[in-house]
Each structure stands twice: as structure tokens, then as C-alpha cells.
């Protein structure tokens, strides 16, 4: 009998311990969204944007070449980033020329101060780092409808730029 009652006034205190909502919300406050916020940076960066122009320093010191690629960078309103290109200029990395469609996907975090962006988590076709060099912060500039984004070694020098039309 001593065990049933046991048992009884256990089952009885886990009853009243279950849990309930709170009483009032959290305030967290109201989100920025003013000019130069996150919240204003990952709207002008959301959408789909097309490759007009690109150019890459073929090893670290040796002045950047424009490469001919075609592509497209999808951003969207989860910070997921998708970027389909293809290539076939000699001047690409080998690595981008292994693949007839390269396709990566990961995500990317904003600094909206420095204006940089940095791609997590890239998966692709091809080895990322062969081609993307995820590990690198990249600066983005907005005008309007077009995005260009320069990749950088950590000494601050420019290896890489490439330049996105919004797509309509």
C-alpha cells in the first residue's frame, strides 16, 4: 500500500508541475529596419540576380583577368544562397571547369556595417573551395539593381569580383 500512495504522490506532483504558457511575451523590442540595418540589407539582397561580369586573380599577387561565365544567385528572406554558373574560359579555375552546370548551395551572413557578406555551409556539385573560396569575407556593394561582391584575403587584397544584375 505504501508504494501505491508512493506512487500516487509522485504522479500527482509531476501533474502540477506541467508546464503552461507565460503569463505576458517577452519584449524583444521592434526590429530594425531603417536604412544600413539587417533587416534593410537582406531585403535589397533578396531575390535572383544574373552574372554580368566577373574576374579572378588566377594565384595570390598576379593581377585579376575577367572570366566568361554565365550564372545566377538566388538570396532568399532565410539567408539561403544558391548560385548555378557554368564557365568554359581557360582562365577559371580548374576546378570550374569540371561540371557543366556548377551549383552551390549554403548560406550567407551579413555584416551590414562593413558591408561584407561570408558563405556558410557551401555544398556543391564541385569542391567549393576550388571555386567559391567560401572561407574568404566578401564586401558587397548595392546600387539599385546591381550587386558586386569582392572576395578578399585577409590582408585586405581583392581576389576576386563579381557583378549581379537584379532580374526583373
Known sequence: MTRARLALAVALTMAACTASPRQRPLD??????GPGSLEAVRRQLR?????????????PGVPRVPIKATGVLVYDEYANLTIDAHTDDPAAPPAALEARLLRFTGRATIDPVRHELQLMDMKGNVN???????ERRRRFEIDVDTLKLSSFEEDGQVTAVSTWQRRK
Open 128 to 134: 567549393p573551395a576550388e571555386v567559391l573560396a567560401p
Open 28 to 33: 524583444l523590442g521592434d526590429v530594425e529596419t
Open 47 to 59: 531575390g535572383t540576380w544574373d552574372l554580368v561580369a566577373l574576374e579572378s586573380s588566377p594565384e
